[in-house]
């Protein structure tokens, strides 16, 4: 037990130490951080347990909100593609928006994770894709969507949620104006 302390510590220190904060409090302060973080507009990521990372989604996703959005199911067919294409395994009911570009083309969960790939790299979303203790929230992503047949920016935003097949959220984003 006390090896896995010191190695905590250790962790925590690395990431003090590049510029980031560890926060460690009830259930209700952290779903709390997360809401209000939304509410006022902040840019963060959060790594928290499922249950606290399902809390926020849940509360976030509203009926009303996912049709004004347009989020879905990804398909079979771009589920294929991803793994296909991009070698990474589509687990779990994975949903996302699909914006069209001026120029005919289509942003989804696809071009998401390809963007990804740019951006970051293989092991990085490998590493994001395997965890099972962990989600990971991104509010109010500084992300730019860009279109991958004529690499403009497009000025609409793209959501995503990837939950496991239990439901576990592995992987999702909250933003906009909080209506309620």
Known sequence: METEMVALLSSIEAAVNGGKAVVSADNSIIIAMMQETLKNGRSATFYVSPAQGRAVMRWYWTPGRIKEIGMEAVSKEERARIESELGFKCVGPWFSNRIRCPCGGVYG??????????????????????????????????????????????????WYEMPAPDGTLIYGCCSGPILA
Not at 109 to 138: C, P, Y
């Open 109 to 158: 969960m696809f071009e998401f994770m390809q963007q990804g790939l740019r951006e970051h790299d293989r092991d990085w979303i490998k590493a994001v894709l395997e965890l099972k203790n962990t989600s990971v929230l991104r509010i109010n992503p500084a992300l730019d969507a860009i279109c991958a047949q004529c690499n403009q920016m497009l000025i609409t935003g793209h």
